[in-house]
């Protein structure tokens, strides 16, 4: 288990998914993040708050989620979006 010092350090700079107009930046929440579980807030390209993950269409989910996946790589915590668990213990989860 990772602690939660080491995950903020990690991953501190957050996520980039998508490009040009369609860039979304997915931004450490560091008072919810913990060892076991790290939780992102989602930005549009000018980091303004974008709608809530859940209400994104599927298409839209669906690559946002696979980018990420493919940026952490292989872990062993809970990863969440906008408070919608969308990848458990390195499995991306379907909704």
Known sequence: MM???KMLKL???????????????????????NGKEL???AYDANLWPAPDFEVWSPKAKIQ?????????????????????LVI????VVND
Not at 11 to 30: H, M, P, Q, R, S
Not at 88 to 91: A, I, P, R, W, Y
């Open 64 to 84: 946002t989620i696979k980018e990420l996946s493919e940026q952490l790589g292989d872990i062993d915590f809970d990863v969440y979006l906008d408070e919608l």
């Open 3 to 5: 602690t939660k010092q």
């Open 39 to 41: 939780y992102l807030q």
């Open 11 to 33: 991953y501190a700079g957050g996520f980039v998914t998508g490009n040009g107009i369609l860039e979304d930046n997915l931004l450490l929440d560091k008072d919810k993040t």
């Open 88 to 91: 458990e213990k390195g499995v």
